[in-house]
């Protein structure tokens, strides 16, 4: 669903859908599908996607995003030493949980049949579930012993990607994995960092993700986790616990009472990215962009047409999929 969006906004819809069709733009996409950070072709086709835009990702675009997927050396994600072959670039060489995750919807929304075009894609996602239901981007987290420390901004992008993307009816395995991240995300009460010695710093991160952001890309924030909850609840006929989810829906109904919501932070701010030197090679840790767009639709402060027509439209759906008895005070 498209939201509505000034004049101004509309002009950098048009120019990012036109850059996206440019030769510069797919001479990009030949050389990496997801470097770099925000402003190659990757983060603006997510963009429009987070926008409702995704009629107006070009088709060479996609085309061109698919087949830098499917040329990456790596379809597996390294957790071993040996499972990074030497001269493979560890960055570079391999996706990981948040991209591949981000990425699967956009796909779809744009008639890309993803199982067909990358079979690897889906049961990546359920190999690299953990116990507790989450996933994680950190490879050191899949050899730590007696804790588990999945990660939030990990398993929410997987989590919406198997629920949103699936054109058909779920496969048991598909079923263990959305209930599984739906557990996840319940027992974390949508806003708790890792209590983990390995992801002690998530803890640091949970104090902003009560703060609204948008784009997502890859960021957890509650109302994201609200929202896929939602949708889960619906699509597997579930009630969602009013104790794991109370602080959360409390804490928005009291901050967006009018239904509309503003912007409350821009979590990429300072990020670092990898870039193309001219000289060909690839270079990390470098200053990244951000585009006329995303500038746009990312001022904190600014009232959030995505984000309020997200909140309203999960505020209408709640009290379908909450358990009953939730004004009960012993509960």
């Known amino acids: 669903m498209s939201t509505p969006a000034n004049p101004h906004t509309e002009q950098h819809i048009d120019a990012t ?25 990757w983060w603006q086709i997510r963009l429009l996607y987070e926008l409702g835009h995704a009629e107006r990702i070009p088709a060479a ?3 061109g995003l698919v087949a830098a997927l499917d040329r990456l050396p790596l379809k597996h994600f390294p957790i071993h030493p040996e499972d990074t072959p030497p001269g493979t670039d560890p960055f570079r060489g391999s996706p990981c949980h948040c991209q591949l995750g981000g990425v699967m919807p956009v796909l779809a929304a744009c008639g890309v049949d993803v199982d067909a075009a990358l079979p690897w894609v889906r049961p990546w996602f359920l190999r690299y579930q953990m116990a507790d239901g989450g996933l994680t981007c950190d490879n050191d987290a899949y050899l730590v012993a007696g804790e588990c420390p999945s990660s939030m901004v990990g398993t929410i992008a997987p989590f919406e990607a198997v629920l949103l993307a699936t054109p058909r009816a779920f496969a048991e395995a598909e079923v263990r994995f959305l209930d599984g991240a739906a557990a996840f995300l319940l027992d974390r009460e949508l806003r708790l960092g890792s209590s983990t010695v390995h992801n002690a710093s ?53 901050a967006h009472a009018t239904g509309e919501v503003s912007l409350g932070r821009r979590p990429w701010e300072g990020a670092r ?3 193309q030197s001219p000289d060909g090679t690839w270079q990390r840790r470098q200053p990244s962009q951000t585009t006329p767009l995303l500038e746009a639709v990312s001022q904190v402060g600014a009232r959030s047409p995505a984000l309020t027509a997200e909140w309203q439209r999960v505020s209408a759906r709640l009290d379908a999929v909450l358990e009953p008895g939730r004004d009960d005070p012993g509960r």
């Not at 949970?206 to 924030?221: E, S």
């Open 17 to 41: 859908a036109t850059w996206l069709a440019s030769p510069a733009a797919l001479r990009l996409l030949d050389a990496d599908g997801y470097w770099p950070k925000w402003h190659g072709p």
């Open 61 to 63: 675009a996609v085309s």
């Open 202 to 254: 998530e803890r640091d991160s949970a104090r902003d993700w009560g703060r609204l952001c948008f784009p997502r890309f890859y960021f957890y924030d509650v109302l994201r986790g609200l929202s896929a909850l939602v949708r889960w609840a619906e699509v597997r006929e579930r009630r969602l616990p009013w104790a794991r989810v109370a602080v959360v829906v409390t804490a928005l109904q009291a």
């Open 273 to 275: 990215t990898v870039l």
